[in-house]
């Protein structure tokens, strides 16, 4: 009994006319048939690497002695890889081996030394880029015509050819074949070995690919990549494996703002989440930034705390510890009752109000202001807060000046523990504090 399928390797060039639009010439069209397809698929297979290695050789070793093009029409390249075959019979030795090879490197070099393009090409250089001057194999499938599914379907379907991406627009295939037709092609050979009940010889492969056809036609993005299961061929699908291998510019706009809108979203509910479960290690509330509010000394007497000190004193610990954010417009109690201006006329004004408070509590070393000190407005509960993010320092301790100490300004070393900004007054203690964080890490 006849196969329902049987393969075809062909060998085409595509040839420009003289009204500039593409012929096919083939000059080898082999078939293979056996009564288990899979058998002949192999033997397809095999006789396509022979065939594309001809190829090769001619296109590396014999140069572009035929080819046309913008880079070599009239152009006479020096060199062996660009000497033509002088005699049709001059066979390589590499395909010297067998009668078959020699039998196939004869047609194919019959078919480039008789074709009359290279003529035609060098009087009309300015249509000559629209050739493939050594062409490439194909290996296809060939269906009975009963296992058509419509009118419009061809009998012949494509498994497997050299394809590369184009340098300039990778979704413009050099060879002119779409990668989604390959898959799509490779995906039907499959459903007929299960349907028809050939044995695939476990020649079977998973691959996933990300298909250009599904995103240009709009559809949603869980569907452009999928895992198909084909049988195995030599053609290498990892660059296609990626999303967008297409090149698409509209793709990487829209890729980057959902990233950024999926960044801010998390970041206001990171924020909402840090509020709700209080103050901390690492986060820290304070209802205003410049101003005072009233306030009690350690011995219960009233005592106006100095609210940008406050603060200074907490980025500092947070800075000698594990770094944290300060949420300013919101009370003790974690409740959110939005940032006061404080006199200033609008909200770059308070950005640049903090930025002087802290050169003012840190001037001595800019890096720390301007790399691990960084305050903005966020909005949380429909209130906007100033949130200041604090970076640790992984590289060296930091010290607070304050000038508002009576008998002077003085450096200050402060620490968070719990929920608590310390100051370490003790010589002792600040040093046994830096020699375990800092310096015994960093010469360990």
Same mark, same amino acid.
């Given at each position: 009994m006849?196969?329902?399928?049987h393969? %075809?390797? #062909?060998h085409?060039?595509y040839?420009a006319?003289e009204?500039g639009a593409t012929?096919? /010439?083939?000059?080898?069209n082999?078939?293979f048939? /056996?009564?288990?397809?899979i058998?002949?698929?192999?033997?397809?297979?095999d006789?396509?690497?022979?065939i594309?290695? !001809?190829?090769?050789?001619? #296109?590396?070793?014999?140069? &572009?002695?035929?080819?046309t093009g913008n880079n070599a029409?009239?152009?006479k390249v020096e060199g062996?890889?660009?000497?033509?075959?002088?005699?049709n019979t001059?066979i390589p030795? !590499?395909f010297?081996k067998s009668d078959?090879s020699? @039998?196939?490197w004869q047609?194919?070099?019959?078919?480039?030394?008789?074709?009359p393009h290279?003529?035609?090409?060098l009087?009309?250089?300015e249509?000559?880029?629209?050739v493939t001057?050594?062409?490439d194999?194909?290996?296809?499938l060939v269906r009975d015509v009963?296992?058509?599914?419509a009118?419009d &379907?061809?009998a012949?379907?494509t498994?497997h050819?050299? $394809?590369?991406l184009?340098?300039n &627009?990778?979704?413009?295939i050099s060879?002119g074949?779409d990668?989604?037709e390959? !898959?799509l092609?490779l995906d039907?050979e499959?459903?007929l070995?299960?349907?028809?009940?050939y044995?695939?010889a476990d020649?079977?492969?998973?691959?996933?690919y990300?298909?250009?056809?599904r995103?240009y036609?709009g +559809?949603?993005?869980?569907?452009w990549?999928?895992?198909?299961?084909i049988l195995?061929?030599?053609?290498?699908w990892t660059?296609y494996?990626?999303?967008?291998?297409?090149?698409d +510019?509209?793709?990487?706009?829209?890729?980057e #703002?959902k990233?950024?809108d999926?960044? %801010?979203e998390m970041i206001?509910?990171?924020?909402?989440?840090?509020?709700k479960?209080g103050?901390?290690?690492?986060?820290?509330?304070k209802?205003?930034l410049f101003g005072?509010?009233?306030?009690?000394d350690?011995?219960g007497n009233p @005592?106006?705390?100095? !609210?940008?000190l406050?603060v *200074?004193? %907490?980025?500092?610990?947070?800075?000698?510890k594990?770094?944290?954010?300060?949420y300013i417009?919101?009370?003790?109690?974690?409740?959110?009752?939005g940032?006061?201006?404080?006199?200033k006329n609008?909200?770059d004004d308070? $950005?640049k109000?903090?930025?002087?408070?802290?050169?003012?509590?840190?001037g001595n070393?800019p890096? +720390?202001?301007?790399?691990y $000190?960084?305050g903005?407005?966020v909005t949380?509960e429909d209130?906007r807060l100033?949130?200041?993010? %604090?970076?640790k320092?992984?590289?060296?301790?930091?010290?607070l000046?304050?000038?508002?100490?009576?008998g002077?300004?003085r450096h200050?070393?402060?620490?968070r523990e719990?929920?608590?900004?310390?100051?370490?007054?003790?010589a002792? /203690?600040?040093? *046994?504090?830096?020699?375990?964080?800092?310096?015994?890490k @960093?010469?360990?």
């Open positions: 006849e196969p329902k399928i393969y %075809v390797v #062909r085409a060039r040839i006319n009204q012929d096919v /010439h083939v000059s080898v082999r078939v048939v /056996h009564e288990q397809p058998v002949a698929r192999k033997q397809a297979f006789f396509y690497e022979k594309q290695e !001809m190829i090769d050789y001619r #296109r590396l070793e014999l140069g &572009d002695a035929e080819e029409i009239g152009k062996p890889r660009n000497l033509p075959i002088e005699n001059d030795e !590499m010297r078959e020699q @039998k196939l047609e194919l070099q019959s078919f480039y030394e008789g074709n290279r003529v035609w090409a009087e009309n250089p249509k000559a880029d629209k001057p050594y062409g194999a194909v290996v296809i009963n296992l058509l599914d009118e &379907d061809e012949e379907l498994i050819r050299t $394809i590369k184009d340098a &627009d990778p979704h413009i060879t074949y990668v989604d390959l !898959m092609n039907t499959y459903i070995y299960q349907n028809l009940g044995d695939t020649q079977s492969d998973k691959v996933y990300w298909d250009s056809e995103y036609e +559809l949603p993005q869980e569907k990549a999928d895992w198909h299961t195995k061929t030599p053609f290498d660059p494996q990626k999303e967008n291998w297409w090149g +510019l509209e793709f990487f706009q829209n890729h #703002r990233l950024i999926e960044k %801010v206001f509910n990171q924020h909402e989440e840090l509020i479960n103050e901390s290690e690492t986060v820290e509330f209802p205003l005072t509010i009233p306030g009690k350690k011995n @005592k106006p705390r100095n !609210m940008g406050e *200074a004193q %907490v980025i500092c610990s947070f800075m000698n594990y770094g944290g954010n300060i417009g919101v009370k003790d109690n974690g409740k959110i009752v940032v006061e201006l404080e006199n609008n909200e308070y $950005i109000s903090f930025s002087t408070m802290k050169r003012y509590f840190f070393d890096v +720390l202001v301007y790399h $000190i960084k903005r407005f949380v209130k100033f949130c200041i993010t %604090v970076n320092s992984d590289d060296e301790p930091v010290f000046f304050n000038r508002n100490v009576v002077g300004a200050e070393f402060y620490v719990g929920t608590s900004s310390l100051l370490l007054y003790d002792k /203690h600040i040093a *046994a504090y830096i020699e375990e964080k800092w310096w015994r @960093k010469y360990q």
